[in-house]
Nanobody, 124 residues
Framework: QVQLVESGGGVVQAGGSLRLSCAAS????????MGWFRQAPGKGREFVST????????YYADSVKGRFTISRDNAKNTVYLQMNSLKPEDTAVYYC?????????????????WGQGTQVTVSS
């Protein structure tokens, strides 16, 4: 099992950037595929991005492709989400998720472990 803690959220103007971090506990971080999801108030949790355990395969939702970049540092047990050109519609609580696997996963139900979330607010 793994425990996940997100950080790096905050308030930013449209067009700005934020870098989210997700720190994972345990000694087997490299065994996990990782994902980022987000949830706006009153809305369901939606997929944002995922990265395979090998760090050689990534995937993005169409809404963020070209603006967001997911990466991981297995030596630091950390996954990142670099968010550029932020838009007001990116405002949400962002969650880090993990699952033991070898692939990229876009469905919420695929993940076994979740962080507590970090708030991202983008103002016009």
């Amino acid at each position: 099992q793994v425990q996940l803690v997100e950080s790096g959220g905050g308030v930013v103007q449209a067009g700005g950037s934020l870098r989210l971090s997700c720190a994972a506990s345990g000694r087997t971080f490299s065994s996990y595929s990782m994902g980022w999801f987000r949830q706006a108030p009153g809305k369901g949790r939606e997929f944002v991005s995922t990265i395979a355990k090998s760090d050689r395969t990534t995937y993005y939702a169409d809404s963020v492709k070209g603006r967001f970049t997911i990466s991981r540092d297995n030596a630091k047990n950390t996954v990142y989400l670099q968010m550029n050109s932020l838009k007001p519609e990116d405002t949400a609580v962002y969650y880090c998720a993990a699952v033991v696997g070898s692939y990229i996963y876009t469905r919420e139900a695929s993940y076994d472990y979740w962080g507590q979330g970090t708030q991202v607010t983008v103002s016009s």
